[in-house]
């Protein structure tokens, strides 16, 4: 069956290009949104009318709905959502400008949650339809330097998680996808942008955090391509998972994660069950 997409954050090269490639070979049809949407225009013609551009700047609630009823003026609806606009910005808990963790919130979860909230009365007048969050490695385990990425990311999983049971009934399904490094544009900035953390104490951290960015920068072990066509694959399956690590090195350091904090759990169970009132209360 041809699947209509509605898929943010379009760029030359990054995830969102790789998820409408990835639907377009398998016969389907794409709404990509850009906030420069001349970008993708040539890209686009290669595919005649089965693909459809869209100025969208997803902070901005009234062109998302624009964007949302030109999907369904272009193609009848959408079956599958990919909120995949983001951006991660590097700086200490206690150093990052108020604005910038704001900024940061709106486009990395208050957007997500706009859009879906614009796409799902279709999909629930329907009974069915996929939403796809595009989360990262850092919402499970949390990266120095990028606390305020991480909390944005940690706080799409848990609405991703609440979300699933809210919406399973009525026929929709629902995947958070947790990439690793991998080979877009996303580390590029951060050889033109200096560090400007505004307490000294984290500047050697921080300092670290973008000679890191910037030596991996056009070497992440990621591949877009094959990370889209993973998770179209991991949709088809029967059940499909609850959510995706995508690349090897991230998929290592969440299991680490998760199996620390699972021994951490169990070795205070003790002072957990302690905290309830006794049978005599």
Same mark, same amino acid.
Do not use: C
């Given at each position: 069956?041809?699947?209509?997409?509605?898929?943010?954050?379009?760029?030359?090269?990054?995830?969102?290009?790789?998820?409408? /490639?990835?639907?377009?070979?398998?016969?389907?049809?794409?709404?990509?949104?850009?906030?420069?949407?001349? /970008?993708?225009? /040539?890209?686009?013609?290669?595919?005649?009318?089965?693909?459809?551009?869209?100025?969208?700047?997803?902070?901005?609630?009234?062109?998302?709905?624009?964007?949302?009823?030109?999907?369904?003026?272009?193609?009848?609806?959408?079956?599958?959502?990919?909120?995949?606009?983001?951006?991660?910005?590097?700086?200490?808990? /206690?150093?990052?400008?108020?604005?910038?963790?704001?900024?940061?919130?709106?486009?990395?979860?208050?957007?997500?949650?706009?859009?879906?909230?614009?796409?799902?009365?279709? &999909?629930?007048?329907?009974?069915?339809?996929?939403?796809?969050?595009?989360?990262?490695?850092?919402?499970?385990?949390?990266? =120095?330097?990028?606390?305020?990425?991480?909390?944005?990311?940690?706080?799409?999983?848990?609405?991703?998680?609440?979300?699933?049971?809210?919406?399973?009934?009525?026929?929709?399904?629902?995947?958070?996808?947790?990439?690793?490094?991998?080979?877009?544009?996303?580390?590029?900035?951060?050889?033109?942008?200096?560090?400007?953390?505004?307490?000294?104490?984290?500047?050697?951290?921080?300092?670290?955090?973008?000679?890191?960015?910037?030596?991996?920068?056009?070497?992440?072990? @990621?591949?877009?391509?094959?990370?889209?066509?993973?998770?179209?694959?991991? &949709?088809?399956?029967?059940?499909?998972?609850?959510?995706?690590?995508? @690349? @090897?090195?991230?998929?290592?350091?969440?299991?680490?994660?998760?199996?620390?904090?699972?021994?951490?759990?169990? =070795?205070?169970?003790?002072?957990?069950?302690?905290?309830?009132?006794?049978?005599?209360?």
């Amino acid at each position: 069956m041809t699947r209509r997409w509605f898929i943010t954050g379009g760029t030359p090269g990054g995830f969102g290009m790789a998820f409408a /490639e990835a639907a377009l070979e398998a016969g389907d049809r794409v709404v990509l949104t850009a906030r420069r949407p001349a /970008e993708l225009r /040539e890209w686009a013609q290669g595919y005649g009318g089965r693909v459809h551009v869209v100025e969208l700047d997803v902070t901005d609630a009234a062109q998302i709905h624009a964007a949302v009823d030109a999907a369904h003026q272009r193609f009848g609806g959408i079956d599958v959502l990919v909120n995949n606009a983001g951006r991660g910005w590097y700086g200490s808990i /206690e150093g990052m400008a108020d604005a910038q963790v704001r900024a940061m919130f709106e486009l990395n979860f208050f957007a997500v949650l706009a859009v879906t909230r614009a796409v799902l009365p279709e &999909m629930r007048r329907r009974g069915n339809g996929w939403i796809v969050n595009m989360s990262s490695v850092a919402g499970l385990t949390g990266v =120095a330097g990028f606390g305020y990425y991480s909390a944005t990311k940690a706080a799409v999983e848990a609405v991703t998680e609440v979300l699933r049971e809210e919406v399973a009934p009525l026929g929709i399904n629902v995947l958070a996808v947790e990439p690793g490094a991998f080979r877009t544009q996303a580390y590029a900035g951060f050889a033109e942008e200096p560090v400007t953390e505004a307490v000294s104490d984290y500047r050697p951290l921080l300092e670290s955090v973008r000679a890191v960015m910037v030596e991996q920068d056009g070497h992440q072990p @990621g591949d877009p391509r094959r990370g889209a066509r993973a998770v179209i694959a991991a &949709m088809a399956q029967q059940p499909p998972p609850h959510r995706l690590v995508l @690349g @090897g090195a991230g998929f290592d350091d969440v299991i680490a994660t998760f199996e620390k904090t699972l021994a951490d759990l169990r =070795a205070n169970e003790t002072l957990s069950r302690g905290a309830d009132f006794t049978p005599q209360q």
